[in-house]
């Protein structure tokens, strides 16, 4: 079975490692980041894995703020230059491809970011990203 708040505190701890000087929150916030790259890591349910009933799975959002200036408003026609958010989203990528069986002392075999969705809104400019986790499924019946 998964300890998910060692989980949770885990990957905090190794996001405060890789993103220095950043805020780190446990828990969902929203806002952007204006001076400091912001980063949440928060816990969006749990499911078991369609034929597989012994295999529990449990998703979490992870969002990314960078660091931005005070986004312009006077772009050609509101055309804003999004390539801070795909690299924001590189950056994602990468440190969870390296992460993948990092976590197994929480009982979480392996995870994966599997999705990472852009926040085009000004207040907000940011990356949000779908982690799944694959671990044994405590509301299976063992033998």
């Known amino acids: 079975m998964a300890d998910l708040v060692a989980f949770e505190a885990a990957v905090a701890a190794d996001l405060a490692l890789e993103f220095p000087g950043a805020e780190i929150h446990r828990g969902e916030r929203t806002g952007k980041a204006t001076e400091n790259p912001k980063l949440a890591i928060?816990?969006?349910?749990?499911?078991?894995?369609?034929?597989?009933?012994?295999v529990g799975q449990a998703r979490y959002i992870v969002r990314y703020w960078p660091t931005t200036a005070k986004i312009r408003n006077d772009a050609p026609a509101g055309v804003r230059n999004t390539s801070q958010l795909q690299q924001a989203k590189l950056e994602l990528q990468q440190f969870f491809?390296?992460?993948?069986?990092?976590?197994?002392?929480?009982?979480?075999?392996?995870?994966?970011l599997t999705r990472v969705t852009p926040d085009y809104d000004p207040d907000e400019w940011g990356v949000e990203g779908e982690l799944t986790l694959w671990f044994n499924n405590p509301a299976a019946v063992t033998a």
């Open 42 to 54: 928060f816990w969006a349910g749990d499911s078991e894995q369609d034929g597989r009933v012994a």
């Open 97 to 112: 491809q390296e992460k993948q069986t990092a976590y197994l002392a929480t009982g979480v075999w392996f995870n994966r």
